[in-house]
């Protein structure tokens, strides 16, 4: 198993530029989530998708669109990116077992916005 | 506010000095607190989930334990490969997805 996947691992985009950003997840868990880590500030929730095709805004949801492409596959997409959205973006996918809720994330899409 | 707040900042140790991090939380009703590892460039690794005051969970060195307004991570005779941050979390029950993070302790384990 792969885990949570994640690409690109960086990228430096202008003001102004969109991209995508892609998950996947090979552990057929329903619950997929994307946050951002900013210095001195813990994970904040931008989006998250409880099951396929169902997508809910999070903490921080402004500038970003997700979509939910199948049970495997979340991505975020910036339209026009700004300097603010400089950050690291983890995803994330969540199973509920009997013994509790485990969360696994990704290794982080490292965005630069100039 | 919901607020969740992690102590100290930063902890240097020896190794073989055990320790404990603390992470006290402000939440209207917890459904779970979470504790990760996180390496330098890497996300975040699951660790414990605790649901209840009194409830306690080990891994290797690391217990974590759970109070009514705070948690606890204990590392017992740390290595230097102990060396991370910790990050806790806080999943309310209000908001089915809301889980509010911690901004972490740094430990560094020296040998």
């Known amino acids: 198993n792969a885990g949570v996947t994640q690409t690109p691992k960086f990228q430096v985009l202008k003001t102004g530029q969109s991209m995508t950003l892609q998950c996947a997840q090979d552990?057929?868990?329903?619950?997929m989530y994307w946050y951002r880590q900013d210095p001195g500030m813990g994970l904040r929730l931008i989006y998250y998708?409880?099951?396929?095709?169902?997508?809910d805004k999070g903490e921080v949801p402004n500038g970003y669109n997700v979509s939910r492409l199948n049970k495997r596959e979340f991505s975020l997409r910036l339209e026009s990116a700004a300097p603010s959205q400089t950050s690291v973006y983890f995803c994330a996918s969540s199973e509920v077992r009997a013994t509790g809720e485990t969360q696994y994330f990704g290794p982080g899409t490292r965005l630069l916005v100039l | 506010e919901d607020q969740v707040t992690q102590s100290p900042e930063a902890l240097r140790l020896q190794e073989g000095e055990s320790s404990s991090l603390n992470c006290s939380y402000t939440v209207s009703g917890l459904r779970g607190l979470f504790w990760y590892r996180q390496d330098p460039g890497k996300g975040p690794e699951f660790l414990f989930t605790l649901y209840s005051a009194g409830e306690e969970k080990e891994k290797e060195r690391l217990k974590a334990t759970l109070t009514k307004k705070e948690s606890f991570l204990h590392i017992t005779a740390p290595k230097p490969e102990d060396s991370a941050t910790y990050l806790c979390?806080?999943?309310?029950?209000?908001?089915?997805?809301?889980?509010?993070f911690g901004t972490g302790t740094r430990l560094l384990v020296s040998p």
């Open positions: 998708s409880a099951s396929e095709g169902t997508t």
């Open positions: 552990m057929n868990h329903n619950s």
């Open positions: 979390a806080v999943r309310m029950n209000t908001g089915f997805q809301k889980l509010v």
